[in-house]
């Protein structure tokens, strides 16, 4: 199948995926695979689509709720380390890295990160 989808299609189909319906169900209407559904999802395509419509949406099979991204992008932030948010949350150091780095969770935006403060000697 190689259907090409217009951006209107596309956020509507990402939208609908974010209220719960099944990607399969949506990949049959559409006339598209599981797996381009999928990737729509992920962001692997259409990437500059609008995903605010997941925060807060369930991801089965998950310890993690949308929520905890949050949470879990500020504490890394405040540079809390990995092992603690781990602990806190019941999942592996590894978890915590893979969000951090954008790996696992990336359709969930970061908060806007402070400037580091230059050190006064760094300038000398």
Do not use: C
Request: net charge positive; aromatic share 6%.
């Amino acid at each position: 199948m190689n259907k090409k989808l217009t951006r209107d299609q596309a956020q509507a189909i990402f939208d609908r995926v974010a209220a719960g319906e099944p990607q399969k169900v949506l990949a049959e209407e559409y006339g598209l695979s599981p797996g381009t559904i999928s990737n729509l999802v992920r962001g692997k395509s259409w990437p500059d689509l609008n995903r605010s419509s997941l925060i807060g949406a369930f991801v089965r099979g998950s310890k993690l709720k949308p929520k905890d991204i949050v949470v879990i992008h500020q504490r890394l932030a405040n540079r809390e380390k990995l092992t603690v948010i781990a602990l806190d949350y019941g999942v592996t150091p590894r978890t915590i890295s893979n969000i951090k780095t954008g790996k696992t969770w990336g359709h969930i935006p970061k908060p806007a990160s402070k400037p580091h403060r230059r050190r006064v000697w760094e300038g000398l």
